[in-house]
């Protein structure tokens, strides 16, 4: 079946890349970011610019922003240091959406055992800047053809990104955490350093077991249908001490 694309749809090529089978076949898109150039791969899952932890771009814009957080987040190779900052404009294809943030780890995970360091540099360094996310790209419709190797992203005139997991108003007040559903267990993505979850003695990768008495599908579901600023939230979470039961109410960092 054919598709007919509108004439200012932007097309983009889905390249192989060279940073992991979760990279792989992922679309790459170019922008403008404060009236300077970048390349990011798509990321469908993800709310914000992230850049590479060698990206000049990354380093020029993180420094621009008055405010910026600091984080550290789980991953399966290990914890990483982020910086969270805004930008003042996206632009793609000519059209404007306004500021956004982004981030920019600064303390990558050591390589895996039997990875020389150069080997894991060299992988780590595809042509791109890093990854863009559906808080970016939610004001366009996405066709992908995987076996054309081809995706567009066609306007639309309402921003379609739901607030999942990040609501608004973060950088005013927030309780520091960020839960993500790994293997089917939930646990402890990202902790904001100086935040009331960190002062509650949570860790990256510790073990969620509640959240408000129920699921973190539950209270992701809430977020998406509210995109409230954060309210108390009563967690409970495991770690190698025990279980431990807090309420997270929302400060300014």
Not at 73 to 93: F, L, M, N, R, S
Not at 107 to 127: I, T
Request: aromatic share 6%; charged share 20%.
């Amino acid at each position: 079946m054919n598709i007919i694309h509108a004439p200012d749809a932007i097309e983009l090529s889905l390249d192989q890349s060279a940073v992991g089978a979760e990279m792989d076949r992922m679309p790459s898109i170019k922008l403008l970011l404060d009236g300077q150039p970048g390349k990011f791969r798509v990321n469908f899952g993800n709310g914000a610019v992230n850049f590479l932890e060698n990206s000049p771009l990354g380093r020029e814009l993180l420094g621009k922003s008055l405010h910026q957080i600091s984080s550290l987040t789980w991953t399966p190779d290990g914890i990483v240091a982020e910086k969270t900052g805004a930008v003042g404009q996206i632009e793609i294809g000519g059209y404007p959406l306004g500021p956004n943030s982004i981030a920019r780890s600064i303390d990558p995970p050591s390589p895996p055992s039997g990875v020389s360091r150069l080997s894991r540099f060299v992988l780590a360094e595809p042509p791109i800047d890093g990854i863009i996310g559906l808080r970016v790209i939610g004001r366009f419709d996405i066709t992908i053809a995987n076996l054309a190797g081809k995706a567009w992203l066609e306007r639309r005139d309402s921003n379609s990104f739901a607030c999942h997991g990040v609501p608004r108003g973060s950088f005013n007040g927030t309780t520091g955490f960020t839960p993500w559903l790994y293997k089917e267990q939930a646990i402890v993505r990202t902790l904001v350093r100086g935040s009331p979850a960190e002062a509650a003695g949570m860790q990256p990768g510790d073990e969620i077991v509640s959240i408000n008495d129920s699921t973190i599908l539950t209270y992701y579901d809430h977020l998406d249908a509210t995109c409230d600023v954060p309210a108390p939230v009563k967690v409970v979470f495991r770690n190698a001490l025990g279980e431990h039961t807090t309420v997270l109410t929302p400060a300014e960092l």
